[in-house]
């Protein structure tokens, strides 16, 4: 008999459901994005987020169960992410599952949002008969995430390490705006529309390297493994202010916005050589910096291959930089499918696996978490 969880995911701007089964076999994997709702302000609004959150609970578990012909009460566990993220999103996921778990009278595992994004990577690497080998360094990079982990096998008991659970150490993290917030924040600057990672991946690729405009290595005292964006951030914007000629096609922009016209197609005929050239030298930096970091830990660490997650995860130019530097260097590199990469469920059921094997359970006092770190 097969191991069934449900997976739920409430923490930042999506609401997630999912069935898998034993940790590995995606059975359904549902995401009722807000991004419509969050769009006209450039960036998510946590009291629009939970509103939504209310809306979408009921129905996305549903089709989640639906979707995979079971029932809930097929369900051996119910997983819910308890934190990191937006408090009053969280109480909702949290606040479901745990209704559901004490009216069936069946296990609630509490995950780390965190954990997973990691475990997202193994999963889709499993689906391919794949195995990341451990210890690896993950990079975690998304719109509210910037960050370095290093895990192993945790060398517990005997039942704990047969569970496959892991261990984690943090490396590195964000010492301001996360990338994917960077990115989200330079678009809005220039008029690209929201959220700001797809459009800049596409927009970027119009602009060949050694187009004039570059920006250094941002400088980081101390932890040579903590990364730093709002120095880029600050750099566009300047350039911007210096660079009075942008105005015009900024402010077209915004009206093609307000028109509803948000495709790379419909922006391209809009932006300047100057801007296109702009947008280049941004992702850029932020691809060199998050490339660089991760490989210099791996090394430092002896890491036997490296894991990337996140929204951040999909940009094109990250995913060939980091495959260029593994041929290079001999590691292999294991990204999720754009699907598991960005915030869902089925990362959030394949985490709990291992810790429903281990007598991993939670109570009633379980509570959301804002800040839970990961260790
Ligand atoms: O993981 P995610 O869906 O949500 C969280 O932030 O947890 O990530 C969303 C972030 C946004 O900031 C978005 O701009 C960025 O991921 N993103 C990208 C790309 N696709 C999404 N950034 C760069 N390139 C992309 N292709
Ligand atoms: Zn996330």
């Not at 290595?217 to 730093?228: A, L, Q, V, W």
Request: net charge neutral; charged share 20%; with cysteine.
């Amino acid at each position: 008999m097969k191991t069934h969880i449900l997976g739920i995911e409430s923490s930042c701007d999506e609401t997630a459901a999912a069935v898998v089964a034993d940790g590995r076999e995606i059975l359904s994997n549902v995401v009722a994005s807000q991004v419509g709702t969050h769009r006209k302000y450039g960036g998510v609004v946590p009291e629009l987020a939970s509103r939504e959150h209310l809306r979408q609970i009921v129905p996305v578990v549903r089709e989640a169960l639906a979707q995979a012909h079971v029932t809930l009460n097929e369900m051996d566990a119910f997983a819910v992410t308890r934190g990191p993220g937006l408090v009053g999103s969280l109480l909702v996921g949290l606040t479901y599952a745990k209704t559901l778990a004490f009216a069936l009278g069946k296990p609630l595992i509490p995950v780390n949002h965190l954990e997973g994004h990691v475990r997202a990577v193994f999963l889709e690497a499993r689906q391919a008969g794949q195995e990341p080998a451990l210890p690896a360094v993950c990079l975690i990079v998304s719109g509210g995430h910037t960050v370095l982990y290093w895990l192993e096998r945790r060398a517990q008991a005997a039942a704990v390490a047969a569970s496959g659970e892991l261990s984690y150490r943090r490396l590195g993290q964000t010492r301001d705006d996360a990338a994917g917030e960077a990115y989200d924040k330079v678009s809005k600057l220039l008029a690209l529309g929201y959220p700001g990672g797809p459009i800049i991946d596409q927009l970027a690729k119009q602009s060949g390297a050694g187009n004039g405009v570059s920006f250094g290595s941002t400088k980081i005292r101390g932890n040579p493994f903590d990364f730093s964006f709002s120095g880029i951030k600050t750099a566009v914007l300047y350039f911007v202010r210096e660079h009075a000629e942008l105005a015009p096609e900024i402010r077209a922009r915004e009206e093609a916005l307000a028109r509803g016209e948000r495709q790379a197609e419909q922006l391209k005929p809009l932006c300047s050589k100057t801007t296109l050239a702009l947008i280049r030298a941004f992702q850029d930096a932020v691809v060199r910096d998050l490339v660089g970091r991760t490989f210099a830990a791996a090394e430092d660490t002896g890491a036997a291959s490296i894991l990337v997650s996140g929204g951040v995860a999909a940009n094109s130019e990250l995913r060939g930089q980091f495959e260029r530097h593994a041929r290079e260097s001999g590691l292999e590199v294991f990204f999720p499918s754009r699907a598991l990469s960005t915030d869902n469920a089925a990362m959030i059921a394949a985490a709990a696996y291992p810790k429903f094997l281990a007598g991993v359970r939670a109570d009633d006092s379980l509570d959301a978490e804002a800040s839970l770190p990961l260790a």
